[in-house]
Nanobody
Framework: QVQLVESGGGLVQPGGSLRLSCAADRFTLDNYVIAWFRQAPGKKREGVSCIRSRDGNIYYADSVKGRFTISRNNANNTVDLQMNSLKPEDTAVYYC?????????????????????WGQGTHVTVSS
């Protein structure tokens, strides 16, 4: 069974940065599509970014484009989300997910229905 674990959340001031990581047990993340989603209080979960290694596909939601960067850290077997220039509206629980063993997701901004395995989430609060 695929188990994903997010880390790196916390409290940061507007304009600050955080780096989230998605790790997995007994599962090499580099071989599969990984996506990041977020859910703000009272709002629906939305896709943030995804990465697919076999063809280099990377997508970002318009709201984070230019500020967030998704990348693989193969040495640590993680997929990271570097978040810069954070805004209060980035406050949310951030989740990573995979479409294992599919590999066909990440054809655009990630959609929940394409992903079957999820982490438990990590909280990000952007506030002064």
């Amino acid at each position: 069974q695929v188990q994903l674990v997010e880390s790196g959340g916390g409290l940061v001031q507007p304009g600050g940065s955080l780096r989230l990581s998605c790790a997995a047990d007994r599962f090499t993340l580099d071989n599969y599509v990984i996506a990041w989603f977020r859910q703000a209080p009272g709002k629906k979960r939305e896709g943030v970014s995804c990465i697919r290694s076999r063809d280099g596909n990377i997508y970002y939601a318009d709201s984070v484009k230019g500020r967030f960067t998704i990348s693989r850290n193969n040495a640590n077997n993680t997929v990271d989300l570097q978040m810069n220039s954070l805004k209060p509206e980035d406050t949310a629980v951030y989740y990573c997910a995979t479409d294992w063993p599919g590999g066909s997701a990440c054809r655009g901004v990630p959609r929940q229905t394409e992903y079957d395995y999820w982490g438990q989430g990590t909280h990000v609060t952007v506030s002064s």
